[in-house]
């Protein structure tokens, strides 16, 4: 790597860590927002915080030899900023004295906003435990916090749990439209890459977590291009072709020579790591584009959890996601459905900052659903899920679903089925639960 490629790496990541400062400090002091109410007694059982207090600290680990997406011949330094979330050693008696974290960052217009968080901010960690890594990587665009309250809520619970800010990906470095093609180009080579990074990055590199952190039992929550980069990590192989990425806007000799650059596997590696054991597909990109080898997907074999809006138009439902779930191959294969829900089913609900335009305001809305509902609903799906297959605690796998519909009320008389396990009676409308390779029983005995 040249000298001059490394000073234009470090000189872009102190460009884009200036445009945040300078855009959060400018003006009038910001106020951190509580997005999140007071948990009601309806909210699933698993969605309540566990035992350990959480910690959250913010670290920088770089690659020091990726490829350039700028041309595809040179190497360079590649940082990426981590929010880190983790069981802390914080003592009923010691909170008074620790700071709550908050999380500042901007919206796709760079207005800037800071929001309340639960954990508190660099508390040391427990001194013992193994506890499994999880990584969060969100979509094009977006920033490492972007669904901060699962972070905190699955390292209460016994995680160590990673937000990766993308480089190249995020809100702040994609500020308009001529910013979108390096970008986009970036993201589709480096999202696997960056996951399988980290895995490697904290397996052998210390961090404030090393002493705790289980790398042999890993997992990956993927929202959109998240989930696009997760599919391949685990071996769900790329098939870009010179037309479809003319379809997406690259220019045509750019696009003749792009699939060579783009099509592999395992985020770069010859198979997939063994030490993933379950990944999370919160509406991931690429089914309606055919992006992702059938072959290779069929042979699948890590536990799948896919997360839909059945109207998602951004990475389509029947030929988009429910593809992707159906091609997957894995025996522990499953598909949770929003009903009538679009594509923002894994961020935080929307900051007060993006309300004052339409554009701004898609990146976090949904017209049907409370996105607090939705936030919920995945924090207990998640949390059986990821507790059957990565800690293997069968207890957990009961709560995945055993009926299709969530729907009780069968429509006469006064007459319901069980609610789903950890769901409260009639508090599950709007959710279909999908397992590939079993039968889901859609009728149970009725009760008064």
């Not at 000298?3 to 234009?8: A, L, V």
């Not at 480096?190 to 996951?195: I, K, T």
């Not at 009320?409 to 409260?424: A, L, S, T, V």
């Not at 409308?429 to 005995?445: C, H, I, M, T, V």
Request: charged share 20%; net charge negative; proline share 6%.
């Amino acid at each position: 790597m040249s000298k001059i490629t490394t000073i234009r790496s470090a000189t872009k990541w102190l460009r884009t860590t200036a445009l945040i400062g300078a855009t959060l400090a400018s003006g009038i002091a910001l106020s951190a927002e509580q997005l999140y109410t007071d948990q009601p007694p309806v909210t699933p059982e698993l969605a309540f915080s566990g035992r350990h207090t959480v910690g959250v600290t913010t670290i920088t680990a770089t690659d020091p030899k990726r490829l350039n997406t700028a041309n595809f011949i040179t190497r360079m330094e590649r940082p990426l900023v981590l929010e880190v979330w983790y069981p802390a050693a914080v003592s009923i008696t010691e909170k008074p004295n620790q700071t709550l974290a908050t999380y500042r960052d901007v919206t796709r217009l760079l207005k800037p906003f800071e929001l309340q968080g639960q954990a508190y901010r660099d508390a040391p960690a427990v001194a013992e435990g193994d506890f499994p890594l999880i990584l969060l990587s969100h979509g094009f665009t977006g920033y490492r916090t972007q669904m901060f309250y699962l972070g905190e809520h699955l390292a209460s619970h016994g995680y160590v749990v990673v937000g990766i800010g993308h480089t190249d990906s995020s809100n702040a470095e994609v500020p308009n439209a001529d910013a979108r093609p390096a970008g986009f180009i970036s993201t589709l080579y480096n999202r696997s890459r960056d996951q399988q990074f980290l895995l490697d990055y904290f397996t052998e590199q210390q961090t404030p977590v090393t002493a705790i952190v289980d790398t042999d039992n890993a997992a990956i929550i993927g929202h959109s291009m998240g989930g696009y980069g997760a599919i391949n990590t685990i071996g769900g192989c790329y098939t870009f072709t010179s037309e479809m990425l003319q379809g997406f806007g690259m220019p045509a000799a750019l696009a003749m020579v792009m699939p060579w650059a783009l099509n592999s596997c395992n985020g770069g590696r010859e198979q997939a790591d063994p030490r993933w054991k379950a990944v999370q597909l919160f509406a991931p990109w690429g089914g309606e584009n055919n992006v992702h080898d059938p072959a290779a997907m069929a042979k699948i074999t890590v536990p799948t959890f896919y997360f839909a809006g059945d109207q998602d138009n951004t990475s389509g439902y029947e030929k988009g996601i429910k593809r992707l779930y159906e091609q997957t191959g894995s025996k522990e294969n499953y598909l949770l459905v929003f009903e009538n829900a679009r594509h923002n089913i894994g961020p935080h609900p929307a900051p007060a900052a993006s309300f004052e335009t339409d554009f701004e305001l898609g990146h976090y809305v949904d017209p049907v659903w409370d996105i607090e509902t939705i936030n919920r609903v995945i924090e207990h799906m998640s949390l059986a899920f990821l507790d059957c297959h990565v800690k293997a605690d069968p207890a957990r796998c009961d709560y995945l679903p055993a009926i299709e519909n969530a729907q009780q009320y069968k429509g006469e008389n006064r007459q319901y089925r069980d609610p789903w396990k950890g769901f409260k009676h009639l508090w599950g409308s709007g959710l279909k639960f999908y397992r590939q390779n079993a039968a889901l029983n859609d009728e149970q005995p009725e009760q008064d």
